[in-house]
């Protein structure tokens, strides 16, 4: 590193306070031409509080920002992008419906007067995408696209505004991780060619291997900076944690018993008519955690709806324990025996205006003794909650606040603690973790690993490949509504699964 | 078995065919005690002709250039057997995708032929007529249905169209009523009592779009500004158009004098209005019907090659995208929902100025409905929406067509019949139409 490199950006003691939260405290660092900057750090650490404030979506309350040495004022997105900024967020700000050339140039078309100059804007976007390595298809509707390429036209957007420096805002999460090594190359070259990186995530492996250097964020503080040859996983994490943290989840090989859970079948198409379950048969036993890996969106939501009966199937049958559930109410599925911590915590698993007290009750309000006769019997539902924050440690000032106050690690917490309590023997876990803290986690997965010892059968969906590697005895991957492959946890290596979930199958005989 | 929508469609079509074989071989059988000559009610025949335009002008009774006798009911036998058979085939084999929309689609316009063949019995039709007839009525439905393209193309919910039509017709009418007084005083002077009086006229159009820009404005404000529900919004404009045009018509429009005693005036476009069959149906009309056709054309173009267009289709679908470029959100969707209930002004104005000469209370009739309906059909797009406005004024043509005939299916069945149509194609052809996705909701950052 040469000490009289201008920077292509530096930010001085950015601070944002929001209510309740000091998101960024006094933030400084500076970013060089052709680095690859990784900004690592649990969620709510402030990263994307720091990074909304770069692209101009906040306004600090504190600091400044320089750019190329000359003081910025970013007041919006498009003042960012003037300043040669861009950002790809976590969720595309792409238009499903228009083309992939329409999504690029849009706010900045190639006109010619009022109309669009369609044969040019391709051709541009046909240039970029060759000068990068970024393959895109120009006239293809973007909605039909695969999310690894929807990344790449995100970041052919910024690219065709001309800007040096380009924000990376988690952008391996929904990737499978061969397109994520792909995204890395992509990432390579662009520094190569001189622009400047900014990659935030919370993958330890993912800073080691393609960073320059890397900034770890602890409650909206820099608490330090690491070189990604030296240092270690485990560093990493304890600096992000603030503790050491346990990376592996303590196990004991599983003791399978008998099917508790029998999937034969199982088809669907949506609206569009279009394949989202195809033909799908599992088997879930007694005592075993059976993980379902995949990107997400390739059918993982509507397999655990109709097992738990929320979603409608037209073929295919699934039994619990012998039993015929198909089509059959949830509620009557949930009196079975089936625990089921739903992937979206905030519109399926809590009433976020309810207290955690009533959140805590909603599976079993209606039943003794919570309820007597036609009304609630207030002193149980009491008593319950408070006996069940103890348990599962929900940080919360009381039972009656309402569960939308609470962090996500606290609100995945109710869902549990609820769940956990009633006599079940299948446990359906999608996306148990999904933007928790690592404290939080941790916990959760020692709970899941409990009940599966307590002999539940327990079905993991998540589309965090190292979660499902973690704690799954076997691991089923999901592409296109298939199951493509079930291997023994063993046999599931990091390469093969990811294999899998790109849809790739295995060809025993060479071709 | 279970019930889908394909057999849903199939069950309905049989019993649409079914209903009309009965009613036709009823109806034809009563005319036969009527009639010495018909023996059987096969020998019933329906006459189509295709008038010779040309000529038609010296000569009133010049013979066609074609007419066809077509055997009633034969023919409606085959099409209502043809009907059954393929709705017999949707319900046993229950196809999942790419039958159901046709199947309607023919049930529908089969149905109208045969009601037609029917109303002819022994008779003879007009075909050039007829034809000419959809696309005037259509004229306004079309012109509505582009009107709530430009604005929930931008994603804002437009139900206040027939509201916005409604006082743009009373309006309109007023300003070519009012500007004629003014112009040429309580009579129109000698040499122009023959001619058409156009500057008048041409202000009541400005007028109309004028006050449709104004109605609109309103809606914006509301759904925009104040974030009101905008289909509580679109509602409040409709219900306050009935009080403002009632109000108005009563204490000013009945006590107002004007000279002026008609409309915009036909157009025939020369040797073209002269081709047998196409004359009449495209070149044939008064100015705001070749308008509609221009308004359709252009703003396909518009929407799908222009920046303006790109900007609109983007802030209907995914506003925050287009925001983080730089795209003004909210001034752009100000501006389409004014430009949509402008171009709402221009179908009002050929409701008082073109289709009739006047201005009655709701004499929009509930086809600002329409519109929406047609620009589902259409799904958001003008050519489509233009020939989902065809096919419910081709309701409305035939209904107007048949009460000619004497016809004995009671005229209340008849006028219902473009509603029901819309009903049945709404819940039936279509299936789920997707609107843009951020249409109806208020944008904040």
Known sequence: ?511 | MKFTRARGVGLLGIFIAIVLLFAVNNSLGNKITETSKIQSIWDFTSTIRIPDSAKLKEDPKAPPVAAIELPTMITISLICGALILVGGTLIAKNPERGWVAPYMSSVIGFGFFSILLWAVANNSVDLSDTLSRVVRLGTPIAIGALAGIVCERSGVVNIGIEGMMLTAACFGYAAAAISARMIYGESLPANVVKGVVWLPLIIGILGAILTGGMMAALHAWLSIRFKVDQVISGTVINIMAVGITGFTRTNFLLKFESPLRAGLPQMPLGPLADIPLLGPILFDHKPITYLMILMVIGLNFFLFRTVWGLRTRAIGEHPKAADTVGINVNRMRYRNVIIGGMIAGVAGAWFSLEGSFGFDDGMTNGQGFISLAAMIFGKWNPIGAFGGSLLFSSADALQLKVQAYNFDLPSQFMQMLPYVVTLIVLAGVIGRAKPPAASGKVYEK
């Open chain 1, 1 to 511: 590193m040469t000490a009289n490199v201008v920077p292509a950006l530096e930010v001085r003691n950015i601070t944002k306070q929001f209510p309740g939260v000091l998101a960024n405290d006094h933030i400084s660092f500076t970013l060089l031409p052709g680095e690859i900057h990784a900004f690592l750090g649990e969620n709510g650490a402030g990263k994307s509080t720091l990074m909304n404030i770069l692209y101009g979506l906040y306004d600090p309350d504190e600091g400044e920002i320089l750019i190329n040495g000359k003081l910025a004022k970013i007041k919006n997105p498009a003042d960012a992008i003037g300043l040669g900024l861009g950002m790809v967020h976590q969720e595309y700000a792409l238009v499903d419906t228009l083309t992939v050339t329409e999504n690029i140039i849009l706010g900045t078309e190639l006109r010619k007067g009022p109309v669009l100059n369609a044969k040019e804007a391709s051709q541009r976007v046909r240039e970029l995408s060759e000068q990068y390595g970024l393959a895109v298809p120009p006239d293809a509707i973007v909605g039909d696209l695969p999310v690894g390429v929807q990344q790449r036209v995100e970041i052919l957007k910024a690219l065709y505004r001309n800007v040096n420096m380009l924000i990376l805002d988690e952008p391996t999460a929904v990737l499978t991780p061969q397109e994520a090594d792909d995204l890395f190359r992509v990432m390579r070259e662009l520094a190569d060619q001189g622009k400047a990186l900014i990659f935030i995530t919370h993958k330890l492996r993912e800073v080691r291997e393609v960073a320059d250097r890397i900034t770890v964020l602890r409650r909206g503080k820099v608490v330090g900076d690491a070189d990604p040859k030296t240092a270690s996983e485990g560093q990493l994490a304890a600096l992000m944690v603030g503790r050491d943290v346990v990376l592996k989840v303590d196990k004991t090989a599983a003791n399978p018993g008998d099917v508790v859970l029998k999937v034969r079948n199982l088809n669907l198409r949506d609206d569009r008519g279009l394949t989202v379950l195809d033909d799908v048969s599992i088997d879930v036993h007694a005592g075993e955690v059976l993980g379902i890996a995949g990107v997400q969106g390739n059918g993982q939501t509507e397999l655990v709806e109709a097992i738990t009966g929320l979603q409608a199937l037209p073929s295919g049958s699934i039994e619990l324990l012998g039993k015929d559930i198909t089509n059959r109410p949830p509620r009557s599925i949930t009196e079975q025996g089936v625990a089921y911590i739903p992937e979206d915590r905030k519109g399926t698993g809590l009433v976020l205006g309810y207290s955690i007290r009533d959140n805590l009750v909603l599976s079993t309000y209606y039943k003794p003794p919570f309820t007597k006769g036609l009304t609630f019997n207030d002193p149980a539902i009491d008593e319950n909650a408070k006996e069940l924050i103890a348990t599962f440690d929900v940080r919360t000032p009381s039972a009656t606040t309402t569960a939308g106050s609470l962090s996500g690690g606290n609100q995945q917490k109710i869902i549990v603690a609820r769940e956990f309590t009633r006599k079940n023997r299948l446990l359906i876990a999608s996306q148990p973790t999904r933007g928790i803290d690592v404290g939080s986690i941790e916990f959760i997965h020692n709970q899941i690993i409990k009940q599966r010892d307590a002999g539940l059968a327990v079905l993991l969906v998540s589309a965090e490949l190292d979660e499902v590697l973690a704690l799954a005895d076997r691991v089923a991957v999901m592409y296109h509504g298939k199951i493509v492959g079930i291997l023994p946890i063993a046999e599931a290596t990091r390469e093969r699964v990811g294999l899998l979930m790109a849809g790739i199958q295995e060809q025993p005989n060479g071709k």
